[in-house]
């Protein structure tokens, strides 16, 4: 699975200069190659970015999660989320298991993968729970 060049050069957009909030990607099955499917504008939310996420669809996204710590020190992650949901093509969701790791070594700087089926397991308590 060939990753399109774009996919990287936003990736180190948001992770360098906080372009974006979010990047969601998709395996464009025909071209045989991950692209960008949406980018999230630095003052979207949680919300805006789990509405981007089919209900039977696969997805890669990237989400860049502010936070602040015990100590009132504002931080961030950067979450790789591998989104394969139960009701998505058996097909479908076996290219995505294949190609996430390859996928994911590409782009450079992410802190903190989850992986979900259902929107439960991408809740925004999920990523309260993975940075503490």
Request: glycine share 4%.
């Amino acid at each position: 699975m060939a990753v399109h060049d774009d996919c990287k050069l936003k990736f180190m957009e948001l992770k360098a200069k906080r372009t974006y909030r979010y990047i969601v990607y998709k395996i464009e099955e025909k071209q045989k190659q991950v692209i960008v499917e949406k980018l999230g504008e630095p003052n979207e939310v949680y919300d805006d970015f789990a509405a981007c996420l089919p209900a039977d669809e696969c997805r890669y996204a990237v989400f860049d999660y502010d936070f602040m710590t015990g100590e009132n020190v504002p931080k961030s992650r950067i979450f790789f989320v591998a989104w394969c949901p139960d009701t998505a093509r058996v097909r479908t969701k076996m290219i995505y298991a294949s190609s996430k790791d390859r996928f994911k070594r590409e782009l450079d700087g992410i802190q903190i993968e989850l992986q979900a089926t259902d929107s439960s397991e991408i809740g925004l308590d999920v990523f309260k729970s993975r940075v503490n």
